[in-house]
Structures are given as C-alpha cells and as structure tokens.
C-alpha cells in the first residue's frame, strides 16, 4: 500500500533527552513537512523540504532540528532546547511545493514525564 | 506575518441541520485546501480551490473561494453523525510554497 508511515505512535521522553520521530513515504514525494498540533489547536508548520538534502525552517523550528537524506524518509529530532514539546506531530508530503495535495501520516503523540 | 483565521472556533449541530465554516487570511492567496479531521485522526484532504469566486460541491458539501481570493467558506447541506470533526483550510504564505493551516472549526453533530 502506498502511503506514509510515522512511528511510534506514542513516545514518552524524560525532559532533558532528545528524540527522534520517524517519517518514511513511499509515494514518491518530493516535498514532505512536519507539523505540530496542540489540544485543540490547529497545525503549525516546523520544517519543511522541497527535495533531498534541502529543508527550511517553518513557523516554530526553535528546539527542533530535521533531515532529509534519502527522498522517502523526513525524519524529526525534538532536542532538550524545545521548552514544551508535549504535542502531537505530524508528518505530510506532497507531490511538490506547487499548492499539490498533501497526504498525512497517522501521527506521534509525545509525551515529556 | 500571514495569518489565516477560521470562525467559529466551536460549532454543535443537531443532526439534518446546516453548517458553515470561515476561513479568512490576512493576505491574498494563490489557492485555498480544506481538510478534515476526525477526533484523534489525522487530517484528510477534501478539495483545493484556484480560481477567484470558484464553487465546488461534494454531495453535501459545498466549498467556495472568494472574489478576493483571501476568504473561503465550507458550507455542510443536512449535516450527519459522521461529520463530526475539525475542518481546517491552508494556504500558502505569500512569496513562497509553505502551506499555513487556519485554526480549524470544530463540528460536534447531536444525534
């Protein structure tokens, strides 16, 4: 099935640690985003990249920090500089950058204990 | 910087009645998406409007852009249980291809 796929689906981390959230897609996707959703908020943008070994910073990229290596894979890093970083995040790709139709993973709820 | 607000917030229905969502950016925008979120989902991709006054209608939901280009609404004919979610548009900031999500409309549908 062609799609894209985040894992895990909950993560716990002790304040202090950095984590990494995986992003894998297999549609073929140049452009891929992260986001991250508050409780009942909408979506802010932290990185996004338009093709290999390029991203850009969004909105809120302060205490995150993103990859992009290999065109399937957009992986997150949520480093101990980010000061609330208890969210859901979610990852998205699209065709290209051209206004195209973004599909989404199932997401990452993280958790800081 | 570019703002896109969406009202109301909260919206509870009693199921068969309407609903309406505004999507409203403090800049013009290229295009306009609408996506849904059902309750500890993810957001799903329902249509993309290009053209200034466009209407597109999916059974009962109809979506239109403004003349302007920098409203949008999403209107919901008879609205049913398996509507209920947050119902968000994007658009992309101007100058560059980032898409911004608007805050997002909660629909709650009493049965």
């Known amino acids: 099935d062609g799609g894209i796929t985040q894992s895990p689906k909950y993560l716990f981390r002790k304040e202090g640690q950095n984590v990494t959230l995986s992003c894998e897609q297999n549609?073929?996707?140049?452009?891929m985003y992260w986001y991250r959703q508050d409780p009942g908020q909408g979506l802010r943008l932290i990185y996004y990249?338009?093709?290999?070994?390029?991203?850009q910073k969004g909105d809120i990229a302060e205490g995150y920090s993103v990859s992009r290596e290999k065109k399937e894979s957009f992986p997150l890093t949520v480093t101990s500089a980010q000061k609330n970083p208890t969210a859901f995040y979610l990852c998205a790709s699209s065709i290209d950058l051209m206004g195209a139709e973004a599909f989404f993973g199932q997401g990452t709820r993280l958790t800081v204990v | 910087g570019q703002q896109v607000m969406q009202i109301p917030q909260y919206q509870h229905v009693q199921e068969g009645e309407d609903f309406t969502t505004y999507c409203n950016s403090s800049t013009t925008l290229s295009n306009i998406q609408w996506y849904k979120q059902r309750p500890g989902g993810h957001p799903v991709f329902l249509i993309q409007l290009v053209k200034s006054g466009e209407v597109k209608k999916q059974k009962r939901l109809t979506f239109q852009f403004g003349e302007a280009k920098k409203n949008s609404s999403l209107h919901i004919t008879a609205t049913q249980t398996t509507d209920v979610g947050t119902y968000f548009c994007a658009g992309p900031t101007s100058g560059t291809y980032k898409y911004i999500f608007g805050t997002g409309t909660r629909l709650k549908v009493l049965a």
């Open positions: 549609l073929n996707h140049d452009a």
């Open positions: 990249s338009q093709i290999v070994n390029d991203f």
